[in-house]
């Protein structure tokens, strides 16, 4: 089952706005991760953020969790036309000797020039 | 830098054929993982192992197996393909314990024929 789901799935923007992915989840968490995938690659880590943290920012990217509504946003600002890809969250469990990742569907950003 | 490759980028196979996916990462991590990615879907979890001769099932093991026999290396193997195991299949690894991000290969796009 899928434990994140990110909303929209698919966002098309001008090169400078900025862009907001949310993502859901449904069950109890340790952290929860971002990750960005360009077009048939392998995907690539962003930022991850604590169940007890409620902002983190890197760079340009901003993310926020708030685990009473199980749900975390992740922004972009100013954003770039190599900020096109696909943008994942993860959430973190533990499950038999170590632990997972569960993935959402991701969304697809389009940043246009 | 992290470094997770993968025995091939693309490749055929015909229905019924034994499909070996390699996959080594040059981090000394504990934790190695099989994903297949399909459009809608996400990433789904096939296996995982969180250390030498240890494996655990994903949520989609079915028709799948694996092998680690070295910690550095993780083997996913297609016992009898089918059409429907057309897919992007990822490889990633991580240190073991909660927080940790997961480092991914560039993918193998399989297509069964």
């Known amino acids: 089952s899928q434990q994140g789901e990110e909303d929209p799935q698919a966002l098309s923007i001008q090169e400078g706005e900025n862009a907001t992915m949310n993502c859901s989840y449904k069950?109890?968490?340790?952290?929860l991760q971002w990750y960005r995938q360009n077009s048939g690659r392998g995907l690539v880590h962003l930022i991850l953020?604590?169940?007890?943290?409620r902002e983190k920012h890197s760079g340009r990217l901003r993310v926020t969790l708030d685990t009473s509504k199980k749900s975390s946003s992740l922004l972009i600002t100013a954003s770039r036309a190599a900020d096109t890809a696909s943008y994942f969250c993860?959430?973190?469990?533990?499950?038999?000797?170590?632990?997972?990742?569960?993935f959402g569907t991701g969304t697809q950003l389009k940043v246009e020039l | 830098d992290v470094k997770v490759t993968q025995s091939s980028r693309y490749l055929v196979k015909r229905t019924g054929e034994k499909v070996f996916l390699e996959c080594v990462q040059d981090?000394?991590?504990?934790?190695m993982f099989w994903y297949r990615q399909d459009p809608g879907l996400g990433l789904r979890l096939i296996y995982f192992?969180?250390?030498?001769?240890?494996?655990e099932k994903g949520d989609i093991p079915e028709g799948y197996s694996v092998s680690r026999e070295k910690k550095e290396r993780f083997s996913l193997i297609l016992e009898s393909a089918s059409t429907n195991q057309t897919s992007m299949y990822l490889c990633?690894?991580?240190?073991?314990?909660?927080?940790?991000?997961?480092?991914f290969g560039p993918g193998t796009r399989l297509t069964v024929t």
């Open positions: 990633a690894s991580s240190f073991r314990g909660i927080s940790y991000e997961q480092y």
């Open positions: 069950t109890s968490i340790n952290n």
């Open positions: 953020i604590r169940s007890n943290e």
């Open positions: 993860a959430t973190d469990a533990f499950a038999g000797g170590g632990n997972k990742l569960t």
């Open positions: 981090m000394d991590h504990e934790n």
């Open positions: 192992s969180y250390d030498v001769k240890m494996k």
